[in-house]
């Protein structure tokens, strides 16, 4: 009967005329994944590991027996594997039309089938299928009978890291939630070491414990191998989502986490520098004004570490702007520390662009309204205002003292002396404080001499606060004080809470360092009141008077008369700093620097000017042709530069064997005559360097000489040396850890950046398609492009080596390639020319004209293409992803460079572009 059975269910499934009258196949779209859909309705991962799986209109099984749910699975899975193997024989429409909804009547009538037919499958999965789809329930397999190779039940070819995987899986999916993140970390490194495809499948329950409020915070600790496993662009499809909604929350723990200088660096270095910026960047400057302290602390101390990472331009538009408008928050010290430090450190410019603006809006909008809030605001505008002025150079302070007097100063002595805004006393003593520290630091600036013109005024108001002092005999004839009483004391009399001795001790001698005594003495009317008060403010503070104390000495003595002079007391004036380097700098100008010196303040103010004015996300990039640094950074000739991903630091080679490590926020000040700072020298090379590459996910810096050394950019020290046959050109492939590498024979050889050990090599110019010139890897690295002298070009299959396109792109020598998308790549040629191409059909889009010579050098800025000719002509073409692309104007040609420029590279979000010379001269333009 059995037999029959199979023979009727052959002749009603299978045709007569075998596989070649069989229902034909369909081309599925690229995006449908059938092993995908048939997971998400049937559930087998959540079966297979004790879930419960939703509502299926399947044959009842008994509840009380888990042994048959995991028997039916068996059986569901041998089934799908004997279906992709013999598909093309089966008419699948048909059994699942003869049995209607009824699945499980389906699966076991496509198991007899498969019994029937076991001949049809490989033997690599013959005696497993048979195993799973054994009538008797008892004897199918498990799945770690599946697993494991010493267990007696026939295996199946599962990869290697199968059992691992399995081992993972079921004790995330048993333990308790709070536990996935000690589970996962136990588990890490065996998953690490698995294929992509293997890790893959690991990943959504990896992203599922990151969802889990409970195991968030351990899971945090794993983010930096984890991404460091998928590499940038897969960590920013997978984590770029949760992790903005994990910066959104309120839990104060997380945000710990979250905003500690530990977790920011490993955002810094995993992300893209613009998605950091525009999605991470905001949450953390709302965090120092949170309610809870400790937070605010937290992201206080990362600001101040960004200031110095993220260069002034960032910080104005992602930063500065923000944290001023926390002025209207109820956190003066943390905001205003972290705004003066970045004034400290940027300079006069954006002082002058940024905070003297904004604090006097806020100054005449609070003054012309105020509020309950409003003495809040105003003691945080004297909290910034304080380091902003200390920044100010004399001359330029004196060029706005007029109008720092209309909009802030002369405001914050209305202040003063109202009586009509609510002040809480320790807010108004704090806040007279600081603006007795903000005119101190401006007579210092300007000098004694022009602030008794500018500044005296401000102190006549000032020091008329002060109580008028009442000697013993006047005191006992209240009668003889009785027109004082009545006079202007009246009005000063609410103030003397405020203006006590202890106010006097402390802002009297400040200015009598600053302005010097005897100045004091001559233009202040009620000065001896003043210095009675400040005696008695010492004396109240349980301090000894010194007989050479200024204010004591002057007690003793006989008051001074008008036209009577005495020498001035010593002034311990302030030591500035000056972060400009001093002429005798060891880095000398580089050709042109004398004949550009005189334009270059005018450069820097233009250029700060519209990055900070600047309010689109991404604006299309704009050379102006400004020089805003030049030095001498080589001996010889600079052949390779490469920009690390958060623009914070570069590398150069050179042909002198030297390769150097730059800093540029150490050049982004906010000061013209700030230069580029050498962080480090890299000497372990014999001959010129061809080519220097960054390799962010292992932080190791590789450079060739025809010999690969592979470095730590920290320490300096060669950790792999690799003797290739004269390599030439470098593309770092972060998925891999690995460098690809090209020679001189025309081989392409993959080296491992971890181990130091060589992975495959391809042979490349079998054709005789003559020197490779330069190579490329698309961003999501699937595949490469190679260029050659002869203008060919030849498109490679990374995981496989298959050459996938072979095409002329020029009829002259391929001079730079590179890969603009997954799908795009761009030549540039000694033809003049610059052509956009299509990868999967190796056809040309759009040929880009603008140059009268050899084009040499191309980069990008987001959908902006740079090109760079043999005669130092610059052109931006805009919008290259459009069709058509808009042409930029005329190639200009770069100024003030008396070298030709040999390498150029874009840092996109500060919107500059760095070149190298043949002189070894370095330049960075906007």
């Given at each position: 009967n059995s037999n029959n059975h199979n023979n009727?269910?052959?002749?009603?499934?299978?045709?007569?005329?075998?596989?070649?009258?069989?229902?034909?196949?369909?081309?599925?779209?690229?995006?449908?994944?059938?092993?995908?859909?048939?997971?998400?309705?049937?559930q087998f991962l959540a079966k297979s590991l004790h879930g419960t799986p939703d509502c299926m209109s399947v044959t009842a099984l008994p509840l009380s027996c888990p042994r048959l749910y995991f028997a039916a699975d068996m059986y569901d899975l041998g089934v799908l594997i004997a279906e992709i193997f013999v598909s093309a024989k089966l008419n699948i429409a048909a059994c699942r039309a003869a049995y209607g909804d009824d699945f499980r009547r389906q699966q076991q009538c496509l198991g007899a089938l498969y019994r029937a037919h076991e001949h049809a499958l490989p033997a690599c999965v013959r005696n497993g299928v048979n195993a799973m789809l054994a009538t008797d329930?008892?004897?199918?397999?498990?799945?770690?009978?599946?697993?494991?190779?010493?267990?007696?039940?026939?295996?199946?070819?599962?990869?290697?890291?199968?059992?691992?995987?399995?081992?993972?899986?079921?004790?995330?999916?048993?333990?308790?939630?709070?536990r996935r993140a000690d589970v996962t970390r136990k588990w890490l490194k065996d998953l690490l070491a698995v294929d992509d495809e293997g890790f893959e499948l690991a990943l959504p329950i990896i992203m599922e414990c990151f969802s889990a409020e409970e195991s968030q915070i351990g899971m945090l600790e794993l983010f930096e191998p984890i991404a460091s496993r998928l590499g940038?662009?897969?960590?920013?499809?997978?984590?770029?989502?949760?992790?903005?909604?994990?910066?959104?929350?309120?839990?104060?723990?997380?945000?710990?986490?979250?905003?500690?200088?530990?977790?920011?660096?490993?955002?810094?270095?995993?992300?893209?520098?613009?998605?950091?910026?525009?999605?991470?960047?905001?949450?953390?400057?709302?965090?120092?004004?949170?309610?809870t302290i400790d937070v605010c602390r937290v992201a206080a101390a990362t600001c101040r570490w960004l200031v110095h990472k993220l260069g002034a331009a960032i910080t104005a538009r992602f930063l500065i702007k923000p944290l001023l408008r926390l002025?209207?928050?109820?956190?003066?010290?943390?905001?205003?520390?972290?705004?003066?430090?970045?004034?400290?450190?940027?300079?006069?410019?954006?002082?002058?662009?940024?905070?003297?603006?904004?604090?006097?809006?806020?100054?005449?909008?609070?003054?012309?309204?105020?509020?309950?809030?409003s003495s809040c605001i105003f003691l945080n505008v004297v909290s910034v205002l304080k380091p902003a002025i200390a920044v100010l150079e004399a001359q330029q302070l004196e060029s706005m003292m007029y109008t720092l007097r209309h909009d802030l100063l002369n405001p914050m002595m209305d202040i003063i002396t109202s009586d009509t805004i609510p002040f809480p006393e320790e807010d108004k003593r704090a806040f007279c404080m600081k603006v007795v520290e903000i005119l101190e630091i401006i007579i210092r600036e300007l000098g004694r001499e022009l602030s008794q013109d500018l500044v005296m005024p401000l102190l006549h108001v000032l020091f008329a606060l002060f109580p008028k002092h009442v000697s013993d005999d006047e005191a006992e004839d209240p009668a003889s004080n009785s027109n004082d009483l009545k006079s202007g004391d009246q009005i000063v009399s609410q103030f003397s809470s405020v203006f006590d001795a202890s106010f006097a001790s402390y802002a009297y001698p400040l200015f009598c360092k600053a302005m010097g005594q005897e100045t004091l003495r001559r233009l202040i009317r009620n000065i001896d009141s003043v210095e009675t008060l400040v005696y008695k403010g010492i004396a109240a503070d349980g301090q000894q008077p010194s007989e050479s104390d200024p204010v004591v000495k002057n007690k003793k003595d006989s008051p001074v008369k008008a036209n009577e002079t005495q020498p001035e007391d010593i002034i311990l004036e302030f030591e500035h700093v000056d972060l400009d380097p001093s002429p005798g700098n060891s880095i000398n100008q580089p050709p042109g620097a004398?004949?550009?010196k005189y334009n270059s303040i005018k450069n820097w103010e233009c250029y700060w000017e519209s990055q900070v004015a600047s309010g689109r996300k991404h604006p299309s990039f704009e050379f102006k042709n400004m020089r805003l640094q030049g030095v001498f950074a080589h001996s010889g000739a600079i052949r390779a530069t490469t920009v690390f991903d958060n623009e914070a630091y570069f590398l150069t080679g050179s042909k002198d064997k030297t390769v150097k490590l730059w800093s540029l926020t150490h050049s982004l000040r906010g000061e013209c005559g700030a230069r580029l700072a050498c962080m480090r020298h890299y000497l372990d090379h014999q001959r010129s360097i061809s080519d220097v590459i960054y390799a962010r996910n292992v932080r190791r810096v590789a450079s060739c000489d025809g010999v690969i050394n592979v470095w730590d950019p920290e320490t300096g020290q060669t950790i792999h040396r690799y003797v290739t046959a004269n390599a030439v050109f470098m593309s770092h492939i972060s998925s891999l850890s690995a460098i690809a590498a090209t020679t001189a024979d025309g081989t392409l050889k993959f080296l491992d950046m971890r181990s130091g050990t060589m992975m495959h090599e391809w042979k490349t110019n079998a054709a005789q398609a003559g020197a490779i010139r330069s190579l490329t890897v698309d961003p999501s690295e699937k595949w490469v492009v190679i260029a050659f002298s002869s203008g060919r070009v030849s498109l490679l299959d990374l995981r496989t080596g298959l050459l996938l396109q072979r095409w002329r792109a020029h009829e002259a020598d391929i001079l730079q390639v590179k890969a603009f998308?997954?799908?795009?790549?761009?030549?540039?040629?000694?033809?003049?020319?610059?052509?956009?191409?299509?990868?999967?059909?190796?056809?040309?889009?759009?040929?880009?004209?603008?140059?009268?010579?050899?084009?040499?050098?191309?980069?990008?800025?987001?959908?902006?293409?740079?090109?760079?000719?043999?005669?130092?002509?610059?052109?931006?073409?805009?919008?290259i992803d459009k069709a058509p692309a808009t042409v930029s104007e005329t190639a200009a040609k770069v100024s003030h460079t008396r070298t030709n420029i040999t390498t150029m590279n874009?840092?996109?979000?500060?919107?500059?572009?760095?070149?190298?010379?043949?002189s070894g001269a370095l330049y960075v333009y906007a």
């Open positions: 009727k269910l052959h002749e009603e499934f299978f045709p007569a005329d075998g596989p070649e009258g069989s229902t034909p196949g369909t081309s599925l779209p690229r995006e449908v994944c059938p092993l995908e859909i048939l997971e998400n309705e049937q329930a008892a004897a199918r397999p498990r799945a770690c009978d599946l697993l494991h190779r010493c267990n007696p039940v026939p295996p199946v070819a599962f990869p290697s890291y199968f059992p691992s995987l399995h081992c993972f899986l079921h004790e995330v999916q048993e333990c308790p939630r709070e940038r662009a897969r960590t920013t499809q997978v984590f770029l989502k949760p992790l903005s909604l994990l910066f959104e929350s309120q839990q104060q723990p997380l945000l710990l986490r979250l905003f500690s200088q530990r977790f920011v660096v490993h955002l810094l270095e995993r992300f893209e520098l613009s998605e950091f910026s525009e999605r991470f960047l905001p949450s953390i400057v709302d965090g120092v004004a949170h309610s002025v209207n928050q109820p956190q003066p010290n943390l905001m205003a520390e972290v705004l003066g430090f970045a004034a400290t450190v940027f300079g006069q410019f954006l002082v002058s662009s940024l905070y003297l603006p904004f604090l006097a809006g806020q100054m005449e909008s609070n003054l012309s309204r105020p509020s309950g809030k004398r004949t550009a998308s997954g799908n795009r790549v761009v030549t540039a040629s000694a033809d003049h020319s610059i052509v956009l191409w299509d990868t999967d059909r190796g056809a040309s889009l759009t040929k880009f004209k603008g140059h009268s010579d050899a084009v040499h050098l191309i980069d990008f800025h987001k959908t902006d293409l740079l090109s760079m000719s043999s005669n130092n002509k610059l052109a931006v073409f805009q919008g874009v840092f996109a979000f500060n919107q500059l572009v760095l070149f190298g010379g043949e």
